[in-house]
């Protein structure tokens, strides 16, 4: 069966072609993943629904999401502060 989220990415890109997929039917859980790959500088090769890519306007807004959510999580650590401190000050979603 299907999951209903494949993410492709590569590890360390400039040294490594070889391509992993992240398979999960849970939207956060894909958005989670996300969150890592950006952190660790992962190339994000594409963003699948269904089995099917995303289009880019679809797999910008997870993007989006992912990235607001890593700074909304770096801001509060950071300044120990909680996430709807966060969203006042610095308009980030809590």
């Not at 999580?73 to 980030?92: M, Y």
Request: proline share 3%; net charge negative; hydrophobic share 45%.
């Amino acid at each position: 069966m299907i999951k209903k989220f494949e993410i492709d990415y590569t590890v360390f890109p400039q040294h490594n072609q070889h391509v992993d997929t992240h398979r999960t039917d849970d939207p956060v859980e894909a958005e989670e993943y996300l969150m890592h790959l950006l952190v660790s500088g992962a190339r994000i090769l594409a963003i699948k629904h269904e089995g099917v890519n995303l289009d880019t306007v679809q797999s910008d807004r997870l993007l989006l999401v992912a990235v607001q959510r890593l700074a909304t999580r770096l801001l509060a650590n950071s300044l120990h502060i909680d996430s709807v401190t966060v969203n006042h000050r610095f308009g980030l979603p809590a």
